[in-house]
């Protein structure tokens, strides 16, 4: 959910105050908006977007959140309408009713990924302290000699006995079941595309079978189909390469003051965040590409990069691209593991062309070929148009900071097989993630 509304300009400075008490000194015990009291919610920011005075200032508010929107907005005004209400004061034509405020001011997503998949955020939490006792446990009883020589399938076995009787886990369903491949690879995209392999088969076999009966002059209007489609996507190639060559690319060094204010709001705990806003490139043309492909994006998040990995980057928990300004500026909010500069490292090492794919339809982005050639494998010009079009996030708050989206999804796995039965080659593997922690 991401709400984006006008600010009042005679209350920007008391906008910005109020959101420095949200974060400052504590976002965790800030009584304006008690984000630990939202049970739904993941991730959550409030960024003030103020560039020059092409756009009036506006107040951009996202909620990564469990469930339904209409429960989680309702959960947000039950812990925090007082606070809220202070806050969007600030924006015009704010009348009181957030509901229906943030309503009309609510921006479409066009894509969105999500690392850890049907993980609720209380799921995160309990798994994380599940992990905790049993890995204090394991080190309690190697001390007291009390684990040494037993097999791993007997000590996986005390630690199920453990956890049934500790009453702080009555939530866990405790009935166990047969694994056998519980740490085999997830073969489901496998089986996509021998699927598809025989679908293909069979749609050739009845073609070739059904092309006797067609007659000569349907055969030739295929082939002018066909024709007429190789003519159009070369024309759009050339359109492309055309405008491609003609691009502005590159801009001025970011200056130190803004990189300086950047980097001191970084690195404070396991997690970090990113909020990037550029203009788009003019013309429909861009507009349409652009659309494109942030809707392919879409769609492999849901069906393909759905197993805690976009394009191979293993570290980010959520990330979203907008359109804002009638679709004027692409505005992109990400939550992700590590320093910003291993996280745009892996963006060039591991998903430079869908990177390029998108932002190649923005502004002063490195030169590109072709969409999706070169642009950002060009890792200092790359580095310095994302720090150039960063914006500082005023408030960030994050339910779970201590921990990685690997441990999350190991953790994960840990109370899948904890009930579940193993030979002694899956119980020893189980026991190893117990003590795996990338924090």
């Known amino acids: 959910m991401t709400i984006v509304s006008p600010v009042d300009p005679a209350k920007l400075e008391l906008l910005t105050q109020l959101l420095f008490q949200i974060q400052n000194p504590d976002i965790e015990n800030n009584t304006l908006v008690p984000f630990c009291k939202i049970k739904t919610v993941h991730f959550a920011r409030f960024v003030i977007i103020q560039t020059d005075d092409t756009y009036p ?7 990564d959140f469990d469930g339904d929107e209409e429960l989680h907005f309702g959960e947000l005004i039950k812990e925090a309408n007082e606070g809220l209400c202070q806050i969007y004061s600030c924006c015009t034509g704010f009348n009181g009713d957030l509901r229906r405020y943030w309503a009309r001011h609510k921006v479409p997503t066009k894509a969105f990924y999500n690392g850890h998949l049907k993980m609720p955020q209380q799921q995160i939490k309990r798994d994380n302290v599940l992990r905790e006792t049993i890995a204090g446990f394991l080190d309690y009883n190697y001390k007291e000699g009390t684990i040494k020589g037993l097999s ?24 166990g079941a047969k694994s056998g491949n519980y740490f085999s690879k997830n073969k489901t995209l496998i089986t996509a595309l021998a699927m598809l392999l025989v679908a293909l088969i069979v749609v050739i076999f009845l073609v070739v079978k059904i092309s006797h009966l067609i007659a000569i002059s349907t055969f030739v209007g295929f082939l002018i189909l066909l024709a007429c489609f190789v003519i159009l996507f070369f024309l759009l190639k050339k359109k492309l390469n055309n405008l491609e060559t003609a691009d502005a690319t590159g801009i001025d060094r970011t200056s130190s003051k803004h990189a300086k204010e950047l980097m001191n709001a970084e690195n404070f705990q396991v997690q970090n965040q990113l909020t990037h806003l550029v203009e788009i490139k003019a013309g429909s043309f861009r507009l349409r590409l652009l659309n494109l492909v942030l809707g392919a994006i879409n769609f492999l998040a849901k069906t393909v990069y759905n197993k805690g990995k976009l394009g191979g980057i293993p570290s980010i928990h959520f990330a979203r691209w907008l359109m804002i300004d009638n679709n004027k500026r692409l505005l992109f909010f990400s939550n992700f593991d590590g320093s910003w500069e291993s996280y745009l490292g892996d963006f060039v090492d591991k998903a430079a062309v869908g990177l390029t794919g998108v932002w190649s339809n923005t502004k002063y982005f490195p030169r590109t070929h072709n969409l999706v050639q070169k642009g950002a494998t060009d890792e200092q010009q790359f580095k310095e148009w994302a720090r150039y079009f960063q914006i500082s996030t005023q408030v960030w708050y994050s339910a779970y900071k201590t921990l990685s989206v690997e441990n999350i999804n190991n953790n994960a796995l840990i109370r899948a097989g904890l009930f579940q039965e193993m030979n002694e080659h899956d119980a020893q593997l189980w026991l190893d993630q117990i003590f795996y922690y990338n924090g």
Not at 57 to 63: C, D, M, V, Y
Not at 152 to 174: G, Q, Y
């Open 57 to 63: 200032a506006q107040l951009a508010f996202s909620s």
């Open 152 to 175: 791993a399938i007997e000590i996986k076995k005390m630690i199920a006995e453990s956890i049934r009787k500790d009453n702080k886990f009555e939530w866990l369903d405790t009935k």
